[in-house]
């Protein structure tokens, strides 16, 4: 489920939507979180759906570290790609805003976290060296990205959390005392898919 002060707009015709604060999102607050409404898809799956389907699959769902296809039910799944992502995912099934938000402000995250099955290159120049993402790149950046995380989940609890709710409870402690310790006890590595095993 994608933060409720939250919207789709159109941005352009090689864009298509995107998701846009309509309210201040500050550091630390989950943007969106995994609930029962998101489709969880085996990986076979693509194999006995129309050509269509299979496509919208592609496009709009994610892989978790089983390599199966997460296809987000609401607005999630419009989140765009930013090497300068504002939103980053965890081991939690969550994704966590890693600086503040802007009302305006279009919400993104950095594919690199998303298992990937093919590289794609960035349609548009952000500055960075990366202009390309890559079905490995957790195994690259997971390091930097872990303490963007850190760094935000610290105020994990000075900050409303609307989709609290949803963490499951077997990460609610781990959460907590990432928050309270200032340490990550499960990296982002973690949810890499490993395709090879």
């Known amino acids: 489920m994608i933060h409720p002060h939250t919207e789709l707009r159109y941005i352009n015709e090689q864009m298509g939507f995107g998701v846009f604060a309509t309210q201040f999102i500050p550091k630390g607050t989950i943007t969106w979180a995994l609930d029962e409404l998101d489709q969880i898809l085996e990986p076979n799956y693509l194999d006995t759906v129309d050509k269509y389907k299979g496509e919208i699959i592609k496009k709009y769902a994610y892989r978790n570290q089983d390599g199966k296809f997460v296809l987000c039910w609401d607005l999630g799944r419009y989140v765009n790609h930013s090497f300068h992502a504002n939103c980053m995912g965890t081991a939690y099934e969550f994704e966590i805003a890693i600086r503040d938000i802007y009302p305006g402000e279009q919400l993104t995250d950095d594919y ?13 120049e952000e500055g960075t060296e990366r202009r390309i993402v890559y079905p490995d790149d957790l195994l690259t950046y997971y390091e930097e990205w872990d303490q963007q995380v850190l760094s935000a989940i610290k105020h994990f609890f000075e900050v409303e ?10 990460f609610v402690g781990k959460v907590k005392g990432a928050a309270r310790d200032k340490f990550l006890r499960d990296s982002i590595q973690t949810i890499y898919y490993h395709r090879d095993v």
């Open 161 to 170: 959390q609307q989709l609290f709710h949803l963490v499951r409870p077997e």
């Open 112 to 124: 690199g976290t998303l298992n990937i099955d093919e590289p794609f290159e960035c349609i548009t």
